[in-house]
């Protein structure tokens, strides 16, 4: 997946504002940031202020429901369910390596 194809262009981060955002999304659970760690390592270079709302909302959640997504075990509710959320959770799966969900 192509950090740089999103449907809505949206202005690069810089440098600075990358490792504010990684910092701000580390967790608790050492699962998730294995998740977060391959995301940026792949794609930090190439992000966007879209990419930063969506991951600030994923970051407002509870390890364990973060984890239950980043896993595919559960579906973002509608207030979660922003195309910016999903596509960072795109990101983050192909990233991290999360098994399809059937």
């Known amino acids: 997946m192509d950090v740089g194809t ?8 810089d440098e600075r504002a990358v490792r ?21 390592e792949r794609y930090g ?12 909302a994923l970051m407002d959640l509870a390890d364990n429901d973060l984890l239950d997504l980043l896993l595919r075990r559960k579906l973002p509710q509608a207030g979660l369910a922003t195309p910016e ?3 960072v959770l795109a990101l983050l799966h192909s ?8």
Do not use: K, M, Y
């Not at 449907?7 to 690069?12: I, V």
């Not at 270079?45 to 709302?53: P, Q, S, Y």
């Not at 990233?95 to 059937?102: D, E, I, K, V």
């Open 6 to 13: 999103s449907a809505t262009a949206s202005p690069p981060l």
């Open 20 to 40: 504010r955002l990684h910092w701000r999304c580390r967790r608790g659970l050492l699962e998730n940031d294995l998740f977060i760690t391959s995301f940026f």
């Open 45 to 56: 270079a190439a992000l966007t202020e879209r990419h930063a709302r969506g991951l600030d």
């Open 85 to 87: 959320v999903l596509e």
């Open 95 to 102: 990233a991290g390596g999360a098994p399809q969900r059937h």
